[in-house]
């Protein structure tokens, strides 16, 4: 009573680090097997309202144990994802990951850097994946880089040093108020949403993003592209970038770039290129002439977390112009001063090239995962995909119940069910049940686009686990669930002709 304790500090170390060990070489066990036979189980499941509960608990105040912690991991978590690991995830598009890239992430949390600068090895790596990713793309060796969360911080660092060094006022420092004309920019009506939020959050406005129709491949029309251009010229306004597609998420269509290029040299605009998925193709040699034109934008933004399998997230956005890219994030605080010697030197400050100061270790899960593979290794899967989605359009062609929507030109294929006695709506209605019975049987997870007014069936083929069986399955379940549906709706039509 009133014995004054003795002071101990705390840490958030492990209070039995032998106990912790084991619990860690259990995890590591566990996952591995949960890779393993990722195969085994439905590629998605519904969460019981009870576990979805488990998730409105109060917070934690005392401590928990560790193995209890994992324990409720197993039984809530873990089951529940919406299942781009399995061999018949092929929705939007989306990474599968590998064994080893996880644990390349617990190494990064383990050496837990901040990669933001100094004089220590992960800035080093960075450099060396950025050199890589060159390499891979053809790209110019003197360009910046970064390594970003994804396509969409790549497209809006990009689009960020097109607006910066194609102001004829200095935005950094007047804002947009300096601006005496609207700044408008180009893409194809197939661009992804992230470049209207990049364009958003730039204070260029979505209105100055001109939405250019795209030719039957889906590919931007680069004669109404050049109209666009000069109209927007003689209204007044300065046209300052254009943005290419290599890959769009609706059918995997890559505009032109070669003629892209031409139209933004011609013109003086800034050429940013969204890559995410299809800028990686250049690693298949049949496929790389399609990316033609590829190195000449002045940006390009791409994922590593989608067809390089690398686990979330991971992207990259490169810059032709490594001057024009520093202007735009590197305003400086005392606080981070440059030195010469000690852990403050070092050969590049990242966080002058983006968003973001404090950046995890994204860089060595790249670069374990291309030495384990080499860009040979990817480039075969890559076409494997592309191979396995032309497979899949063969099916659908074949099958005279189902409906190719687009042509496929890369990995993308977009199909439906029909049948010649219902029309389009009851079409989409149709095979958007379809769709709802394909995740919740767990037998696959495709996901759905609206392609000239018909909803399709969309298949993204970004799967290293993939197999020609595993599209098989999916055109026979297709077909399955469309004849139950049309055969439920005739006896329902049945019923109220009897009524
Ligand atoms: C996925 C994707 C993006 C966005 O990338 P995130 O990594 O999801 O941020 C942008 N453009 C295209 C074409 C994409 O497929």
């Known amino acids: 009573m009133g014995k004054s304790k003795a002071h101990t500090d705390e840490s958030l170390d492990p209070e039995d680090w032998e106990a912790l060990r084991r619990l860690g070489l259990l995890m590591v066990n566990d996952m591995i097997t949960f890779l393993k036979t990722v195969h085994e189980r439905p590629a998605w499941q519904p969460m019981p309202e009870e576990i979805r509960a488990t998730f409105k608990q109060p917070l934690p105040v005392e401590p928990q144990s560790p193995n209890e912690i994992y324990q409720d991991f197993r039984q809530y978590v873990q089951p529940f994802l919406k299942g781009n690991t399995h061999p018949r995830f092929w929705g939007w598009v989306e990474g599968t990951g590998t064994p080893f890239g996880m644990l390349a992430e617990m190494l990064a949390a383990g050496l837990n850097p901040n990669v933001n600068f100094g004089e220590q090895s992960p800035i080093y790596v960075e450099l060396q994946v950025l050199d890589w990713c060159k390499q891979m793309l053809g790209y110019p060796g003197e360009a910046s880089g970064l390594i970003v969360s994804g396509g969409s911080e790549a497209n809006l660092v990009g689009l960020a040093v097109a607006r910066n060094a194609k102001a004829n006022f200095n935005v950094a420092r007047d804002g947009l108020r300096g601006a005496s004309q609207r700044l408008t920019l180009y893409g ?211 099958a005279p119940e189902l409906e190719l929507l687009a042509p496929v030109g890369l990995n993308v294929v977009c199909f439906r069910f029909t049948d010649e006695r219902l029309d389009d709506s009851q079409l989409n209605d149709l095979n958007q049940e379809i769709l709802m019975r394909l995740h919740e049987r767990g037998i696959a997870v495709p996901s759905s686009t609206v392609l000239q007014g018909k909803y399709a069936l969309r298949v993204a083929v970004t799967n290293h686990r993939s197999r020609r069986q595993d599209f098989d399955v999916l055109r026979q379940e297709v077909i399955t669930q469309g004849r139950s549906l049309v055969q439920q709706s005739d006896l329902e039509d049945e019923a109220n002709r009897v009524a």
């Open 188 to 398: 194809s009506t197939e661009m992804h949403n992230s470049i209207q939020k990049a364009v958003e959050l730039l204070g260029l406005g979505s209105e100055s993003l001109r939405r250019v129709p795209v030719d039957s491949g889906f590919r931007i029309d680069v004669e109404v592209l050049k109209n666009a251009i000069a109209e927007d010229r003689a209204r007044g306004e300065r046209p300052f970038c254009v943005v290419g597609n290599a890959g769009t998420v609706n059918s995997g269509a890559i505009d032109d770039l070669q003629s892209l290029a031409d139209i933004a040299q011609h013109e003086g605009l800034w050429f940013h290129i969204d890559g995410a998925f299809g800028a990686l193709a250049a690693l298949a040699p049949n496929l790389r002439p399609l990316l033609k034109g590829m190195e000449r934008a002045d940006s390009l933004g791409f994922d590593l977390h989608k067809w390089m399998s690398v686990p979330y997230e991971a992207g990259c956005v490169l810059v032709r112009n490594a001057e024009q890219h520093h202007r735009v994030f590197s305003s400086s605080g005392a606080y981070l001063a440059h030195a010469v010697r000690g852990a403050a030197a070092g050969p590049v400050w990242f966080g002058e090239y983006g968003v973001q100061l404090s950046r995890a270790f994204k860089a060595l899960k790249i670069w374990m995962l291309l030495k384990e593979h080499g860009v040979e290794k990817y480039g075969r899967v890559i076409q494997q995909n592309v191979d396995q989605a032309r497979y899949l359009a063969t099916l659908v062609e074949t």
